[in-house]
Nanobody, 118 residues
Framework: VQLQASGGGLVQAGDSLTLSCAVS????????VGWFRQAPGKEREFVSV????????YYADSVKGRFTISRDNAKNTLYLQMNSLKPEDTARYYC????????????WGQGTLVTVSS
């Protein structure tokens, strides 16, 4: 499975941004996929995950109500709609995929940088 994240950039606080992650290599609809982020000097943290069918989603408390994860299985693409961005959302965002019954993510994209200025 190969993942390619895109859509990052420099925005101002309060702005919106949508990240995309193109997935190839295997049947995209078979895998739960998620977003993680890593800010400078910090450890990587979980942001959100969506089930293989798209029927279930989970969010970190820090982004709940502001971010929306979605997927288009016909286009093999994962999305992260980010609204009301804050400077603390500044990080490199990674998309990742895992097997349904696994706790760990087996495949990772290269990340896309999001910078939120105050």
């Amino acid at each position: 499975v190969q993942l390619q994240a895109s859509g990052g950039g420099l925005v101002q606080a309060g702005d919106s941004l949508t990240l995309s992650c193109a997935v190839s290599g295997r049947t995209f609809s078979s895998y739960p996929v998620g977003w993680f982020r890593q800010a400078p000097g910090k450890e990587r943290e979980f942001v959100s995950v969506i089930s293989s069918s798209g029927s279930r989603t989970y969010y970190a408390d820090s982004v709940k109500g502001r971010f929306t994860i979605s997927r288009d299985n016909a286009k093999n693409t994962l999305y992260l709609q980010m609204n009301s961005l804050k400077p603390e959302d500044t990080a490199r965002y990674y998309c990742a995929a895992k097997l349904v019954f696994s706790y760990t993510y087996s495949w990772w994209g290269q990340g896309t940088l999001v910078t939120v200025s105050s």
